[in-house]
């Protein structure tokens, strides 16, 4: 029996198409989902910067050879004695933040062993947020290259390292180990009392004695003695 030519073309038209179908499957790329396509960062965008490194933005403490500071991703947090707490504002700007970068605030920081009470912000006068410690604005320190160092402890004598509990560390002073005892302090003699010396007795000044006055003896005037003749006697005999 034979076929309808309409038919023949379509059934010719079937056989050319099945070869191409079955090479196109076997060449073909699995589907990949949209989710995995796109990198995935470390962080959520902020304002149209670049992803957070939560890492560095945790705050947390560290032990050093000035006492337990504060720091920021490992690395120590410094304030300036020029900045005001009351409002917190900033006096390192322009080429100063190039050396101590101010630490942003744009994201909520992680806090290990850090009083939440302390941290807050402040309006630069750029318009960013900077971080604040019991209202200070804090920096770090360019030269700072190791978490845990405090070279800027003391330059300029403005720069202080933030303790553990807000304050500034004094330069060069070292944290006691937990539970020792600060050394007691040298008994010393009880110092002898001088003796009193008795007041001296006051002068007496006399009065400057007055010379007599020398008196004057008038001159005695000697009476002359007259001899009388006796009667019946002539001085001229």
């Known amino acids: 029996m034979s076929l309808p030519s309409s038919w023949r073309a379509g059934a010719a038209a079937l056989l050319l198409a099945a070869p191409l179908a079955l090479t196109g499957c076997g060449t073909s790329e699995p589907a990949v989902p949209a989710s995995l396509a796109a990198p995935v960062g470390s962080g959520s965008p902020i304002a149209g910067k670049n992803t957070v490194d939560a890492s560095r933005d945790s705050l947390a403490t560290a032990t050093t050879f000035i006492g337990t500071v504060m720091t920021s991703g490992g690395f120590t947090l410094y304030r300036n004695t020029k900045d005001k707490a009351v409002p917190p504002t900033s006096s390192c700007l322009g080429t100063c933040t190039s050396t101590w970068p101010p630490i ?21 006068p750029d318009g960013t947020k900077q971080l604040t410690v019991g209202g200070w604005p804090v920096y770090r320190y360019i030269k700072d290259m190791l978490p845990g160092t405090v070279n800027g402890q003391g330059i300029d004598g403005v720069w202080q390292a933030v303790g553990a509990d807000g304050k500034p560390l004094t330069s060069g002073a070292k944290a006691p180990a937990a539970g020792a005892k600060a050394p007691a302090a040298p008994k010393q003699a009880p110092a002898k009392a001088a003796p009193a010396k008795a007041p001296a007795a006051p002068k007496v000044v006399a009065p400057p004695t007055k010379a007599p006055a020398a008196k004057v003896t008038a001159p005695t005037t000697v009476a002359p003695t007259v001899v009388r003749d006796r009667p019946g006697t002539s001085s001229t005999d």
């Open 104 to 124: 942003d605030a744009e994201a909520q920081p992680t806090l290990d062993g850090v009083d939440a009470t302390l941290i807050g912000t402040a309006v630069r």
